[in-house]
């Protein structure tokens, strides 16, 4: 049998990746902490009272097994995984900023990963609705294996960002503490028609 050669190595970005985006540029997007603590702590409520109930159920419906050593560690998890996606939506820094060069924007939540991209190696950015409350800024690089490479975690999470806005890198725009109008506006601004918009 031929000899194939060695495996090919990992794929690593040929764009800048740093851990936090820098706040010294011209134009910067936070998340709003506010109003995605509003939103999360809301859901976060609810899944409380929702196992708080559960639990009050299966008591009163039984008498000879106790429900909450079987319930607790389920209820533990749930509570424990939307608090981490809560810290994780609004801790990290800036979720995205721009130059006359190009873009910054998170691709990895947690860690916290950034990637740099020059304006001409990014071929559209739309906006599109993410479930029942985001909507997403979404970029979508000429090469598509841009931001890849950084882990299991933000591969799973790029992969979902694909499915709901059919790009691997998004930022929020709901949740962002500047408008969505004057985002699109400082993309147009700094992409200066070399980006499709919409």
Request: charged share 15%.
């Amino acid at each position: 049998m031929p000899y194939a050669g060695p495996p090919p190595a990992p794929f690593a970005s040929p764009y800048l990746v740093v851990d936090r985006i820098p706040e010294i540029e011209p134009y910067v997007v936070n998340i709003n902490k506010a109003k995605a603590g509003a939103i999360w702590g809301t859901f976060v409520a609810f899944i409380v009272l929702l196992w708080i109930g559960l639990i009050i159920s299966a008591f009163a419906a039984t008498e000879e097994l106790n429900p909450l050593s079987i319930m607790l560690l389920p209820a533990l998890i749930s509570i424990g995984v939307n608090c981490f996606i809560w810290y994780t939506v609004v801790s990290g820094g800036p979720q995205l900023a721009m130059n006359p060069y190009g873009m910054w924007i998170r691709v990895r939540k947690w860690p916290v990963k950034a990637l740099f991209l020059p304006w001409d190696s990014i071929e559209r950015i739309y906006v599109r609705r993410v479930g029942l409350v985001d909507r997403a800024l979404c970029v979508q690089p000429r090469d598509p294996r841009a931001g890849s490479g950084l882990g299991t975690f933000a591969n799973w999470e790029q992969s979902l960002q694909q499915a709901f806005t059919g790009a691997q890198l998004t930022a929020s725009v709901r949740f962002a503490d500047r408008p969505e109008p004057e985002i699109m506006g400082a993309v147009s601004h700094f992409a200066a028609g070399r980006v499709w918009l919409g």
